[in-house]
């Protein structure tokens, strides 16, 4: 339990640590000025509905951490912020709670807050361990992590991924409540998406390359093997969103993975999510600045993203799915 309890505590201290940045490709996305914007910015209206109650903006903080003797004060202090905010909060993975009681309180102090609570297991745990981690905080929906490329490089990490489809399958069928399947940072591509659609999956998060990357996060707690090659796996953000949305109309997509700014999550909205999530850059708020950084950068958020809107001459987020874009660069290139 306390190697658990440790690991956990290291992926944040190694998170602040890591430096290698590799590319979203939202940068690529070009959105054009509107220089007869007639918008009041008194009426434009960021809210969105998501699982039946509305919330601040198109935006959630998404799942890092729990267990761990940081753990706690993180998940205190960010669902304080989230509460603050008006959007919905991700726990860290639960795991560690179906054995450690000890480690439960770190998660079950969401309860106490008025926000959307999303959980978190692997996509490998039972449908018993599903309904433990979505009544330890009761959970309005449950996130179920795919994870392979960081299980690959961690010495104690799983090496057999056989079976994970069949037992989303069953969480769909039998948990009750929805899901939504995520990525950690390598992407969902065009092919998976389908898959997990035949599954009756509904949320899909893409957490694709470009932001915090956890290859580089084990490879920091290990020095005997050098995973450096692999630090630019995976699928960048923009073209995860683009391709998974080519898939579905319906499909409720969250777009994450290295977005750091109201232009970032803008642009996801423009090319198909119906909502963002932030891990990194709000933790970063939260370690380096303090708790009123932390939460004046997601108001300031809210009221950067009504900025662009304003711009952009678009009064509500719906309207703001339907602005034209064009696609540049290499993301031009690297799309079918
Ligand atoms: C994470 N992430 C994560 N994801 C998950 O599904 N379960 C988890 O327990 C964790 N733990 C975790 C710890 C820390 C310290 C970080 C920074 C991240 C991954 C996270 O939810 C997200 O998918 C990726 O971090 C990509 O988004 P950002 O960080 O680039 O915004």
């Not at 509904?202 to 694709?208: K, N």
């Not at 920091?220 to 090659?229: H, K």
Request: proline residues 1%.
């Amino acid at each position: 339990m306390e190697d658990r309890r440790q690991r956990k505590d290291e992926h944040i201290e190694n998170y602040l640590k890591s430096e290698i940045i590799t590319n979203t490709l939202l940068e690529d996305i070009y959105i054009e000025h509107n220089a007869l914007s007639d918008m009041n910015m008194e009426e434009i209206d960021t809210s969105i509905e998501f699982l039946g109650r509305r919330i601040s903006m198109p935006l959630m903080v998404n799942a890092m951490t729990g267990g761990g003797e940081a753990g706690s004060d993180i998940n205190e202090d960010l669902s304080s912020i989230c509460e603050a905010v008006g959007i919905p909060m991700a726990s860290g993975s639960e795991a560690i709670a179906i054995k450690d009681e000890e480690s439960r309180d770190s998660f079950t102090l969401l309860k106490d807050k008025d926000i959307i609570k999303i959980g978190n297991l692997g996509s490998e745990r039972s449908l018993e361990d599903f309904i433990f981690a979505k009544d330890l905080i009761d959970a309005d929906i449950m996130q179920v992590h795919l994870n392979i490329a960081q299980e690959l490089v961690m010495p104690e990490g799983d090496r057999d991924f056989r079976g994970l489809g069949e037992n989303i399958r069953n969480l769909v069928e039998k948990l009750d409540t929805p899901i939504i399947v995520k990525e950690t940072g390598s992407g969902i591509s065009k092919s998976v998406a389908s898959k997990l659609l035949d599954m009756g999956v509904e949320y899909i998060d893409v957490a694709g390359k470009g932001g915090t990357n956890f290859i580089e996060i084990e490879d920091l707690r290990d020095v005997e093997t050098d995973f450096s090659e692999f630090y630019d796996w995976g699928i960048p953000t923009a073209k995860s969103i683009i391709d998974v949305r080519s898939v579905s109309e319906d499909v409720f997509i969250i777009a994450s993975g290295g977005l750091r700014n109201a232009t970032d999550i803008v642009k996801s909205i423009i090319i198909g999510a119906d909502m963002a999530a932030m891990s990194g850059e709000v933790l970063r708020y939260l370690l380096h600045g303090g708790y009123e950084a932390c939460e004046d950068f997601l108001k300031d958020l809210q009221y950067k993203i009504k900025i662009i809107m304003c711009l952009l001459g678009v009064k509500n987020i719906e309207e703001l799915k339907k602005v034209d874009y064009k696609v540049v660069g290499r993301l031009k290139q690297l799309l079918d």
